[in-house]
């Protein structure tokens, strides 16, 4: 079997304590999740569990304080190169324009200004901003900008895309646009992604495998589902899909209790 992508082997990663604990707080303990080349795993669990530890371990963010990353074969020292990360929050350079915040990777990398410029032109029209190359952020909605963040993410041509919760913040209409756009960009190179998400649904659309998370503290998988529905899916549609309504009810069954264990620790705080 050929090596996976991106491979986080028994990962813990503990902090130090506010309030004076030596032992320190453990957000993830003994976490072991493989993404193969090509596949889109998507990552679900209960608010605060650790989904994005897990992710910026993944990145080479955060090292994590025992356990392996490695990426096709390879341990994993530093950031991962190999990786494109799309964040949940706004990522964008207030500074500059569109076409400049998608190129800006690739000027980073040294690649020269009128290529750059003539790849992020060909990016901001697969992702459907041909036109808007020379509007600034604020000048942009909700879901251009994600775009925008979309196409600077994956003007690179990573061979792993991170992406954590990037369209919680959208509309449902704008929201599903996006996930379409995404699925049908993966489809083209199918790179490996692992997804984060709190949306059960999106997880179920989007994926191949969906992997459960327990809540926190000391967060570990405890549930994974291979999502057996054919490709090409439009992720409006497929929510009608008999298998669709299956899985969810297999997925919500194992993830209800976790959710409700994560809420009453947010109380508690």
């Known amino acids: 079997m050929p090596d996976a992508a991106l491979l986080l082997e028994n990962i813990t990663c503990t902090f130090a304590s506010h309030d004076g604990d030596a032992a320190g707080y453990t957000a993830v303990k003994e976490a072991s999740i493989s993404i193969a080349p090509g596949e889109f795993v998507s990552v679900v669990g209960p608010t605060g569990c650790g989904k994005s ?3 910026n371990v993944g990145a080479g963010l955060m090292a994590p304080s025992s356990g392996k990353v490695k990426v096709f074969g390879k341990t994993l020292d530093g950031v991962n190169h190999r990786a494109g990360y799309m964040f949940q929050g706004e990522a964008l350079m207030p500074w500059r324009s569109a076409l400049s915040n998608v190129t800006a990777g690739l000027e ?5 200004a009128a290529q750059a410029q003539e790849q992020g032109r060909e990016w901001m029209k697969r992702v459907g901003l041909g036109g808007s190359e020379n509007r600034y952020p604020h000048q942009m909605s909700g879901g251009m900008r994600k775009r925008t963040m979309l196409a600077q993410t994956l003007i690179r041509d990573p061979d792993i895309i991170l992406m954590d919760e990037p369209f919680s913040a959208l ?3 704008t929201r599903q646009l996006m996930e379409n756009e995404v699925l ?14 709190h949306d059960l649904d999106e997880a179920i659309a989007m994926s ?7 809540a926190g503290p000391a967060t570990h998988p405890i549930g994974e589902f291979a999502i057996d529905i054919p490709r090409p899916r439009d992720v409006a549609e497929v ?10 009810k297999a997925i919500w069954d194992v993830l209800r209790e976790e959710v409700l264990k994560g809420y009453a620790q947010q109380k508690r705080a």
């Open 53 to 55: 530890t897990l992710l």
């Open 108 to 112: 980073f990398a040294g690649v020269p």
């Open 184 to 197: 049908d960009l993966w489809m083209a190179k199918r790179k490996a992604v692992l997804f984060i998400t």
């Open 171 to 173: 509309d449902i209409q």
């Open 208 to 214: 191949d495998r969906v992997v459960v998370l327990s």
């Open 239 to 248: 929510r009608s899909n008999p298998r669709f309504v299956e899985l969810h």
